[in-house]
Nanobody, 124 residues
């Protein structure tokens, strides 16, 4: 059974930082691309960042490029999202997702496995 469990969310002031983690189990993590998406109340789910199986291939949404960094530790079956210079508009539930292919994409329908999400709230 594939499981994805996020952690690391919380409340932070604008300009601050948070590091999200997503631990996976039930599959060979190193074979697959991973991504982070987010959703705010009343808004559609949006792509944040993705990383390929090799970790050398990353994709970012324009809104977070230069502020967020996605990384992975294949020995720990975990993907991370380092979020710096946070803004109130980054407030959302952040979910990690697993793509059953090695190449990352920004398309949510390419990801069949999802975590429950972790809340990130950025105060102004």
């Amino acid at each position: 059974q594939v499981q994805l469990v996020e952690s690391g969310g919380g409340l932070v002031q604008a300009g601050g930082s948070l590091r999200l983690s997503c631990a996976t189990s039930g599959l060979t993590f190193s074979y697959y691309a991973m991504a982070w998406f987010r959703q705010s109340p009343g808004k559609e789910r949006e792509f944040v960042a993705a990383i390929g199986a090799s970790a050398s291939n990353t994709v970012y949404a324009a809104s977070v490029k230069g502020r967020f960094t996605i990384s992975r530790d294949n020995g720990k079956n975990t993907v991370y999202l380092q979020m710096n210079s946070l803004k109130p508009e980054d407030t959302a539930v952040y979910c990690c997702a697993l793509h059953q292919a090695p190449v990352p994409t920004p398309v949510q329908y390419d990801y069949p496995y999802w975590g429950q999400g972790t809340q990130v709230t950025v105060s102004s």
